[in-house]
């Protein structure tokens, strides 16, 4: 059983670009939940997808939006970024409902220079 | 957003020590768990809290579950060099799709 893989682990992007983070579910989970955790920090729910849909979402403006795949994979994209979009990203998957099979990936750091 | 208030911050503790930490809310939680963090890694869940009262242990870890379902607190005993990292604490107010409320974390170090 293969846990939960995000991409890339690092990357710089310049302020006003866009960018695109890409994650894959555990096998068997159905719902994606993308987190940004700044430094210092605890982790801070940005969205959920299921079923290709989100399904609820943060404190976080529209330049913030996701995808989710027929394979449940899913992607964040974040457009304009700004400095403050410099963080740690990080994507979680689950079965719906089931908040023991929550299963976090390693994150990508993103750095706006 | 909203984060949960968790303390100490940081600690420093010899091997061998017992540790203890906390996290409180304004608002009532259905669900706490409790999350480990090592560098370059993503939380791992290390207990999860159900019901208000509840008391659970994995190992050396115990955590419970504030009766008024406004807190919680975990404890490790007789610490090793191996228990470093950030633990979080984490709420869900209702059950199910919810998502989780983070605190902000309590860095462990711990002297040999």
């Known amino acids: 059983e293969t846990g939960v893989t995000q991409s890339p682990t690092h990357l710089i992007k310049t302020r006003g670009q866009q960018v695109t983070l890409r994650c894959s579910s555990q096998s068997g989970h159905n719902t994606v939940s993308w987190y940004q955790q700044a430094l210092g920090q605890g982790p801070q729910f940005i969205f959920q997808y299921y079923r290709e849909e989100e399904n609820g979402r943060g404190n976080f403006p529209p330049r913030f939006s996701g995808l989710q795949f027929p394979n449940y994979s899913s992607e964040l994209n974040v457009n304009a970024l700004e400095l403050d979009d410099s963080a740690l990203y990080l994507c979680a998957s689950s079965f719906l409902g089931e908040l023991q099979g929550y299963t976090f990936g390693s994150g990508t750091r993103l750095t706006v220079v | ?112």
């Open chain 2, 1 to 112: 957003g909203q984060q949960l208030n968790q303390s100490p911050q940081s600690m420093f503790i010899q091997e061998g020590e017992d540790v203890s930490m906390n996290c409180t809310s304004s608002s009532i939680f259905n669900t706490w768990l409790w999350y480990k963090q090592e560098p370059g890694e993503g939380p791992v869940l290390l207990i999860a809290l159900y019901k208000a009262g509840e008391l659970t242990s994995n190992g050396r870890l115990t955590a419970q579950f504030g009766i008024t379902r406004k807190d919680s607190f975990l404890n490790i005993s007789a610490s090793i060099p191996s228990d470093v990292g950030i633990y979080f604490c984490a709420g869900q107010s209702q059950s199910g799709n919810t998502p989780l409320v983070f605190g902000k974390g309590t860095r462990l170090s711990v002297i040999a």
